[in-house]
């Protein structure tokens, strides 16, 4: 079993990848801004806060940890700093051998091969621009990071969150930087099947340095 280290974990993503690591008898560490009430928590799992804009916080995620997933958001504290904040996880995980985890969002994929990610085209409304696009400049600094870092960004379907909770399959698909469908033509999953998704790939990883994308 791994250590897994969610920062971010009390949120959407965050809390599914804490539940699905936890149920598999991983060592489970949530790290968040402030501790979930106790009828949220999940049995087994070490609660953490702290902010990652800290150097002690981040510190504190990494030291120990086989793997560590960012699912942080570029909301209050972030926004305008999610960057600075990913980057920093980065250069702890290198040092210390630890594998890193993104969570990002769809329109860091392309619509087709070949074409610009979403978040490069005005195709985004104006109201989740922001968001998509400090998130798309985490991959593109992931890109360019050297050895020995190992790490990959997952970008869930273009239905994915909150407001679209959807039910667990236990199925999923993957595939690389272009979006994919479902028969009807919907890109969708559920948090529970997107949090399946990542726990896989920490368990038998074959994304190596690469974003991968998850739907049904």
């Given amino acids: 079993m791994s250590t897994i280290t969610v920062v971010g974990g009390t949120g959407y993503a965050g809390s599914a990848i804490v539940r699905e690591a936890a149920r598999r008898g991983h060592d489970v560490v949530s790290f968040s801004r402030t501790l979930p009430a106790d009828d949220a928590r999940v049995e087994g799992v070490r609660y953490e806060t702290g902010s990652m804009l800290e150097a002690e916080a981040r510190l504190r995620a990494v030291s120990g940890s086989d793997v560590v997933v960012s699912s942080l958001s570029p909301r209050g504290e972030l926004d305008g700093k999610i960057l600075e904040a990913d980057l920093a996880l980065a250069a702890l995980a290198a040092e210390h051998g630890v594998r890193l985890g993104v969570v990002g969002g769809f329109s860091s994929l392309r619509l087709e091969e070949g074409a610009p990610r979403i978040a490069e085209t005005d195709a985004i409304p104006a109201e989740y621009a922001g968001e998509a696009r400090q998130m798309n400049a985490v991959l593109g600094e992931l ?74």
């Fill in 143 to 216: 890109l360019a990071q050297p050895e020995p870092l190992d790490w990959f960004f997952v970008s869930p379907a273009e239905q994915f969150g909150a407001y679209a909770p959807g039910e667990a399959r236990g199925e999923y698909r993957t595939g690389a930087d272009v979006a994919f469908y479902d028969a009807d033509g919907t890109s969708a999953v559920s948090g529970a099947d997107f949090a399946l998704a990542i726990v896989d790939e920490v368990e038998t990883p074959t994304h190596r340095r690469a974003q991968f994308s998850v739907a049904y």
